[in-house]
């Protein structure tokens, strides 16, 4: 007898990445223009009062803003630093992060984010913006974008640009009570100048593929024969994280030389699409 085949999810037929820059070979699963006078909470949730552990911000919901038809995500420096646990480095700057865990995820389609980013070439060492997803049952990360400030305490200096990268995070000395991640693969790109207006920040996945697109022009295709791990690593839906770090080990943390005391991560819009079967 012929094995019946195993369902296969809605828009994760045999589609190529290209075919979700096609606006005829889409359709809308998500969106958010931002267009009200306040966040919409059944879309997306807010952080508050926490922090991370790369950086030296503090994360609030006072730094997450919807006015004039867009979302800010704001920087500013503190009179004095936040009150976080003991051992921990002091926060200096507050910052937000929000996401959509447990109101929005989808396995396959296209995310794309419109944004004006606040990492230009100086001034701006440890502001750390970023639009990535994240599994919703597994370690799988895909940053669509990441963005240094500048200038960075590293000879190679990113401001100006952005990464894009697929990340799977491994516990390995899970037994010595230490946590290790790394990026398996990392499709870097030196777009220059892309703090100076607003731009579009997309990822396309299908079932054989994953893209990147900066403004509707492709960066780097990666067929998933070439990243065999992604297959368990992406085996889930993945939600949606904007945020904006300060500060880390490799490009500097924050200081009022190199630093300045406000800045702005400004998105217009994001929306994310399943591909038509």
Request: one cysteine or more.
């Amino acid at each position: 007898p012929t094995p019946t085949p195993e369902p296969t999810p809605p828009g994760s037929t045999t589609r190529t990445c290209d075919d979700l820059n096609s606006p005829q070979r889409r359709t809308l699963s998500f969106a958010d223009e931002f267009d009200g006078t306040g966040l919409d909470t059944t879309k997306w949730r807010v952080r508050d009062r926490t922090h991370l552990s790369f950086d030296a911000a503090y994360v609030t919901k006072d730094a997450v803003d919807v006015s004039d038809g867009t979302l800010t995500i704001e920087g500013r420096r503190r009179s004095t630093p936040a009150s976080v646990s003991s051992g921990v480095r002091e926060r200096w700057y507050d910052t937000g992060y929000l996401d959509t865990v447990g109101t929005f995820s989808q396995k396959y389609g296209r995310w794309e984010m419109r944004a004006k980013l606040p990492t230009s070439r100086a001034m701006t060492r440890g502001v750390w913006p970023a639009f990535w997803l994240r599994g919703d049952r597994t370690n799988g990360e895909i940053d669509v974008m990441e963005a240094y400030g500048g200038e960075s305490t590293q000879r190679w200096n990113p401001a100006g640009s952005y990464t894009t990268t697929l990340w799977e995070d491994t516990n390995l000395g899970k037994q010595r009570g230490e946590w290790y991640s790394w990026a398996h693969q990392n499709w870097a790109t030196r777009t220059p100048g892309v703090y100076e207006g607003f731009h579009t920040y997309g990822f396309n996945w299908t079932p054989d593929c994953m893209q990147f697109t900066y403004d509707d022009q492709v960066l780097s295709t990666i067929p998933i024969e070439q990243v065999p791990w992604a297959r368990t690593a992406f085996d889930s839906p993945f939600n949606i994280r904007l945020n904006m770090q300060v500060g880390s080990s490799y490009w500097g943390m924050p200081d009022q030389q190199h630093t300045k005391d406000a800045f702005d991560y400004v998105v217009d819009s994001v929306r994310v699409y399943r591909v038509n079967p």
